[in-house]
């Protein structure tokens, strides 16, 4: 049987294949409304996601940011995955609806009416990435429920992380004090092995190496990159 073949028997039901493809529909019926958050989300937020990917080129711990939808949707799989074989948990519709809809207005206002007020900060803090998390919790709790929300709660949190105003205004400092002690550790190493060649030049983190063959001398300057603290918190991420 030719695989074009055995694609179209799969929906082949005695009464036709109209009738085969509305029972495998019926059979696949809760990752409906999934697909269809999911190309909601692509379509609202495009831009919002081009631009992210933006990020790969930079040497910054906001190179990783974009790859956490990916991680998001891969979990959000297995966790569904997980539970295929349990029944369907009970639902509360006025509740989900109650908690659901400020979670989306929410979303819907990151994106339209806090640009009027942030100005030109909107694209430096970013605050339409937060808005997509948003838009993914509130349409998780409206179309299955709280609980699959709380289920999907490490899925969701990964859309969250990837807000850039998290590591700009709340991990700055964090990441500035993993460069500076990797600063104190080369300069305790420099000063105990200057038969190296190495000298400090032109204050902490900036270092000069002396080729032994007289050669041009290669600057070397610390900074996130250099320290390893990118790696640290792409590796922390995953």
Not at 60 to 85: D, E, K, M, N
């Given at each position: 049987?030719?695989?074009?073949?055995?694609?179209?028997?799969?929906?082949?039901?005695?009464?036709?294949?109209?009738?085969?493809?509305?029972?495998?529909?019926?059979?696949h019926r809760r990752w409906i409304p999934a697909v269809a958050l999911v190309v909601a989300a692509l379509v609202a937020y495009h831009y919002t996601l081009v631009t992210m990917?933006?990020?790969?080129?930079?040497?910054?711990?906001?190179?990783?940011?974009?790859?956490?939808?990916?991680?998001?949707?891969?979990?959000?799989?297995?966790?569904?995955?997980?539970?295929?074989?349990?029944?369907?948990?009970?639902?509360?519709?006025?509740?989900?609806?109650?908690?659901?809809?400020?979670?989306?207005?929410?979303?819907?206002?990151?994106?339209?009416?806090?640009?009027?007020?942030?100005?030109?900060?909107?694209?430096?803090?970013?605050?339409?990435?937060?808005?997509?998390?948003?838009?993914?919790?509130?349409?998780?709790?409206?179309?299955?429920?709280?609980?699959?929300?709380?289920?999907?709660?490490?899925?969701?949190?990964?859309?969250?992380?990837?807000?850039?105003?998290?590591?700009?205004?709340?991990l700055a400092g964090v990441m500035q004090n993993f460069t500076d002690a990797t600063n104190g550790a080369l300069a305790a190493v420099v000063q105990r092995f200057g038969a190296?060649?190495?000298?400090?030049?032109?204050?902490?983190?900036?270092?000069?190496?002396?080729?032994?063959?007289?050669?041009?001398?290669?600057?070397?300057?610390?900074?996130?990159?250099?320290?390893?603290?990118?790696?640290?918190?792409?590796?922390?991420?995953?």
């Amino acid at each position: 049987m030719t695989p074009a073949r055995f694609k179209l028997d799969r929906f082949r039901h005695p009464d036709g294949d109209l009738a085969g493809l509305r029972a495998w529909l019926y059979d696949h019926r809760r990752w409906i409304p999934a697909v269809a958050l999911v190309v909601a989300a692509l379509v609202a937020y495009h831009y919002t996601l081009v631009t992210m990917f933006d990020y790969l080129v930079l040497d910054t711990p906001l190179a990783y940011l974009p790859l956490l939808p990916l991680f998001a949707l891969g979990l959000a799989y297995f966790t569904v995955w997980r539970y295929r074989g349990t029944p369907q948990p009970s639902r509360d519709r006025q509740l989900d609806l109650l908690v659901g809809i400020p979670v989306l207005a929410v979303a819907a206002a990151l994106i339209t009416i806090i640009p009027t007020i942030a100005s030109t900060y909107y694209w430096t803090d970013r605050a339409d990435v937060l808005s997509l998390a948003f838009f993914a919790a509130g349409g998780v709790i409206v179309l299955y429920g709280t609980t699959w929300f709380w289920r999907l709660r490490s899925a969701l949190l990964f859309l969250v992380l990837m807000w850039p105003a998290l590591y700009l205004h709340v991990l700055a400092g964090v990441m500035q004090n993993f460069t500076d002690a990797t600063n104190g550790a080369l300069a305790a190493v420099v000063q105990r092995f200057g038969a190296l060649g190495v000298t400090f030049s032109g204050g902490e983190g900036n270092l000069m190496l002396q080729p032994l063959h007289n050669g041009a001398p290669i600057f070397i300057n610390v900074g996130t990159a250099c320290s390893g603290a990118n790696s640290v918190l792409g590796f922390a991420l995953i």
